[in-house]
Every structure is written in structure tokens, then in C-alpha cells.
């Protein structure tokens, strides 16, 4: 398969948004929150960015803690349910594209979790993470969580799966392509009646060079940890979660 880079501008939408919700359960977002919490040194009334947010899950429960959130998706089916979700938050989520953020916006902490890193070209997530380095204060926190790691990935690498989440059946196939260090993958979910074919791709980083690429972004104090716990990394770890500070 050959899948274009700018893929993510039409992925997210119809059953992929329905098997996403599904997947991610109201435990798994308790979990990823107390982490946040815990390794970003969250406190209520700070100002926090989440991008790409989804359809809020995280954001809204750390609102619902005190902290005043913005979410930022180019989905907007995804930003439509995050509005309806938490109607007292609407104006806290826009549409945007990852690299599309607020320079000097004064944020004291962002994050972006789910396997969203890795989605762009190897220029493109290095702007990515510029950019969010522009929209933090100096001394801001970012924690940057992904399970697309080589540590974490390669150990538990399967050619394809077969999942069914709320009445969605998903077959998945997986190509890794070794000159570009991506995979490849081309998800065919079915509900009933409705039909859907969708490709994406992902960069692979190793920890090492995730690391480079937030020291070229201008962040120091850089740390990664296996779990949200704050478990120390290792290869075989379900995350790799690099938190580090703007100088």
C-alpha cells in the first residue's frame, strides 16, 4: 500500500471515531489523567493544552480537577463530540492541525498522547514540536506519550490483528517499511450494514533519537518513563512517556 502523508487530514472520521471511543475506556482515561497529574505536576488552575485532543476525554476530566484546558483536533467530528460532551468547555476545543498552535500562548503545561506523535513526516513532527515549545511558558512541562516506540513496538510486532469494540469489527494489517522506519497499516471496520476502509502511517522513532528531537525543540530536563506510574523505561514497557520542561 502506499499511503499519502498528509493521510490524517480524512482519517478520522465515521467508524474510525466510533471504535476510537469505544477502545479508550473511562478507565484508561482516569488512568492517563492521574499520570499527567503525577509526572507533569499538574495543579488545579493551570492553564493546560492538549493536542491533538480527540474528542476531549482527557481534557475534560482534568477540567473537571481544576485545570483549564484547550484542545486542539483536526477532527471535527472529533471536536463536535468533545463540545457536546462538556457544553461548559465548548469554546475550549477548536479545529486545527497539530503544527497550527498558538505562539507565545503562556501555557504552564501540553501534552499528546494516544500514538498521536509520529503522524507527520520527519520535518513535519519536528515543527510539530516546535511548535508546541512556542506555546508554552518558559519552564512549562511537556509530556509526550506514545507506544510507537522501536523499545516498545518491535517486542510485541504482529503483521495484523482482528478486534471487535462495540458491535465494530476491525481487521488490521501492518506493513513496516524498513528504508523509511514507518508502518504502514490499512484498517477495514464493518458495523452492520456500514462499511469502511482507512491507511495510515506512522514513524517509528527509537527513544534515542525522540530525545534528539526534543533537545533540537529547545527543551531540557528530559526524562522518559515506562508506565504512568513513573516506572523507569525499558524495552518491552507498554509507553515510552518523555516528560521534559521549555527552557
Not at 489523567?33 to 482534568?62: N, T, Y
Not at 508554552?136 to 510485541?156: I, N, S, W
Request: net charge negative; charged share 25%.
Amino acid at each position: 500500500m502506499t499511503v499519502p502523508d498528509d493521510w490524517y487530514r480524512s482519517f478520522f472520521g465515521g467508524l474510525i471515531v466510533d471504535f476510537w471511543r469505544a477502545v479508550t475506556t473511562p478507565e484508561m482515561t482516569a488512568e492517563e489523567a492521574d499520570g499527567l497529574v503525577r509526572l507533569a505536576g499538574l495543579e488545579p488552575g493551570m492553564r493546560v493544552l492538549d493536542v491533538p485532543c480527540g474528542d476531549g476525554r482527557i481534557a475534560i476530566e482534568l477540567a473537571s480537577r481544576g485545570m483549564v484546558v484547550t484542545g486542539i483536533d483536526i477532527s471535527p467530528e472529533f471536536i463536535a463530540i468533545a463540545r457536546e460532551s462538556a457544553r461548559d468547555l465548548a469554546d475550549s476545543f477548536r479545529v486545527g492541525e497539530m503544527r497550527d498552535l498558538p505562539p507565545s500562548a503562556g501555557f504552564d503545561a501540553a501534552y499528546c498522547v494516544g500514538n498521536s506523535f509520529g503522524y507527520l513526516t520527519d520535518d513535519g513532527n519536528a515543527a510539530f514540536l516546535s511548535a508546541l515549545a512556542g506555546t508554552l511558558r518558559p519552564g512549562g512541562t511537556l509530556v509526550l506519550a506514545t507506544q510507537m516506540l522501536a523499545e516498545t513496538l518491535f517486542p510485541v510486532y504482529e503483521g495484523g490483528m482482528a478486534m471487535d469494540f462495540d458491535g465494530i469489527r476491525v481487521d488490521s494489517t501492518h506493513m513496516y517499511l524498513p528504508l523509511t522506519t514507518r508502518v504502514e497499516t490499512r484498517y477495514e471496520l464493518t458495523r452492520g450494514d456500514a462499511h469502511q476502509v482507512e491507511c495510515n502511517t506512522h514513524r517509528v522513532y527509537t527513544c534515542r533519537e525522540v530525545d534528539a528531537l526534543l533537545a533540537a525543540a529547545g527543551f531540557v530536563d528530559r526524562r522518559i518513563f515506562g508506565d504512568w506510574e513513573g516506572e523507569p523505561f525499558d524495552i518491552g514497557c507498554p509507553h515510552g512517556i518523555f516528560v521534559c520542561k521549555r527552557a
